[in-house]
């Protein structure tokens, strides 16, 4: 069973490609998800909304695969967190 | 030879006898020339997002244009930035033509525009005026200043033209399609001068933030057919033209500048943003089927050439496809990468610069080439102007949505 954090970008990825999350799984290739360029793209627009992340186009471009933006989503969610508790508090 | 007669045969050839031009690496005709032998790039900071969070900074600005100087202040309150360089770049083309208004030939004129997004500055503003700051009303000229035929109006009232105007918006093929339809309107008959070409101003944070979301756009230089290059970059300007029928243009003792020769376009039918190379060969062949000249004949390609990852190897293998063995013989270059990508005016802006190429017999270079791709295997003009006699040359558009528009030029 995948963790909450998986299941939540499978879950999205499925919902911007109007599928059944079913048919989506971690090892899916996008080519089986009929995704293309702006699909990644679109997707990309929802997980950053969706975890309030910032995913910079560089990284996007190397993006093959769902296991390649749930191991991105995962790297920014928790680089976001250990941002979240260094950071000096707002003046 | 065949392609002593336009439109392979059929109707009247067609002469352009004035440009005008004003984008980010000129004013105006004279200096933008000056700017494509030199291989000047007019892309810098963009000045009103500073302060914002966009992840690019950089685009291609007409600097130092202030519309106190081309209008009254009443008259420009009535228009946005993008109909404004319309204006600005239709009186220097008819400047140059030295055409005579009369009432007969105000009757007969036309006006084709091309625009992407119109005056969405404009909008923008307004809709930011309701949306964020709580205001009740927009601006009662919003609806006037954003509509995309605003160029088109603001020409019409400016020389008094009372046939045949409109604007076509077909993205980034908006202008090259507009200058098609003169050309056809001007061929067959319908009007003895077309004023035509197209403008663009993208520069609202709203608009720029559209084009952040499609991760097309390079965080610094557009690179055209480099391999290290890494998006487009976003540009302003305008480009008109004024076309008429060859023989009254010489009977009226006007200096052709070149020749409208041919005309083609197609839909890719293949996908809303990936660029299909059949789809843009076929627009090639049927310009030079248009124009009646043989593949061989073309000596140099105005590249559409963003700099994107996709479209500049998509385009080479389209030209591969349209010229067979003589592709490896083209002379090919992305002006891009001077004056930005201009959207709408990219077709105007580039179909003029091929025209100024042709007649002063200097090829303008793709700049910031710095390393060549496999996939991108033809001669790309790398980074210095060549001085070459060509007699044909055609000009790339092709947009989002999958419509090709490509123009074919003959040296006057």
């Known amino acids: 069973m995948p963790d909450e954090l998986t299941q939540r970008i499978l879950r999205i990825i499925a919902e911007t490609q109007r599928k059944d999350p079913s048919q989506v799984t971690i090892d899916s290739s996008f080519e089986e998800l009929g995704i293309d360029s702006m699909d990644g793209v679109n997707i990309v627009f929802a997980l950053e909304n969706e975890f309030d992340i910032n995913v910079p186009d560089e990284e996007v471009k190397n993006i093959r695969s769902v296991r390649d933006m749930v191991e991105g989503v995962r790297r920014l969610v928790e680089l976001r967190g250990d941002q979240g508790e260094t950071a000096p508090a707002a003046s | ?412």
Not at chain 2, 15 to 21: Q, W, Y
Not at chain 2, 357 to 378: K, M
């Open chain 2, 1 to 412: 030879m065949a392609a002593t007669t336009s439109g392979a045969g059929t109707g009247r050839r067609v002469a352009v006898t004035g440009i005008g031009v004003v984008c980010a690496i000129g004013k105006n005709r004279g200096e933008f020339q000056q700017a494509l032998r030199e291989g000047r790039c007019g892309i810098d900071g963009i000045a009103s997002t500073a302060n914002t969070d966009l992840r690019f900074r950089n685009g291609a600005q007409v600097k130092c244009f202030n519309a106190e100087d081309h209008f009254s202040l009443k008259q420009a309150d009535m228009l946005d930035r993008f109909a404004q360089l319309a204006v600005v770049a239709a009186r220097e083309a008819a400047a140059q033509s030295g055409i005579e208004w009369t009432d007969e030939l105000r009757e007969n004129a036309g006006i084709v525009t091309g625009s992407c997004i119109g005056g969405q500055s404009t909008e923008n503003q307004g809709f930011y005026d309701v949306y964020k700051m709580g205001k009740t009303r927009v601006h009662p000229m919003t609806i006037p200043k954003t509509m995309a035929n605003a160029g088109a109006s603001a020409i019409s009232l400016e020389f008094g033209i009372t046939g045949p105007a409109f604007t076509i918006s077909t993205a980034c093929s908006s202008s090259a399609h507009a200058i098609g339809q003169a050309f056809a309107m001007v061929r067959s008959g319908m009007c003895d001068v077309v004023l035509t070409g197209g403008s663009e101003a993208p520069f609202s944070y709203g608009v720029l933030k559209a084009w952040e979301a499609m991760r097309v756009i390079s965080p610094d230089a557009c690179r055209p057919f480099s391999r290290d290059r890494n998006g487009m970059i976003l540009g302003e300007g305008a480009a008109m033209l004024v076309v008429e029928p060859l023989d009254r243009a010489l009977a009226r003792g006007a200096t052709p500048l070149a020749e409208i020769v041919g005309f083609g376009m197609s839909s890719d039918a293949h996908h809303v943003t990936q660029p299909s190379a059949e789809g843009a060969a076929k627009a090639i062949r049927m310009a030079l089927r248009d124009a009646g000249i043989a593949p061989e004949q073309i000596g140099y390609v105005n590249a559409h050439g963003t700099g994107t990852t996709v479209n500049d190897p998509t385009e080479t293998r389209a030209l591969h496809l349209a010229f067979g063995a003589h592709a490896t013989s083209l002379q090919i270059s992305s002006t891009k990468a001077m004056h930005g990508h201009t959207l709408g005016a990219a077709g105007a802006i580039e179909g003029a610069a091929t025209m100024l190429s042709l007649g002063g017999g200097i090829l303008p270079p793709t700049i910031h080439f710095n390393e060549r791709d496999p996939e991108c295997d033809l001669d790309y003009i790398p980074n210095c102007a060549r001085e070459a006699e060509v007699e044909f040359a055609i000009s790339n558009s092709f947009a989002f949505g999958g419509l090709n528009a490509v123009l074919a030029f003959r040296r006057y």
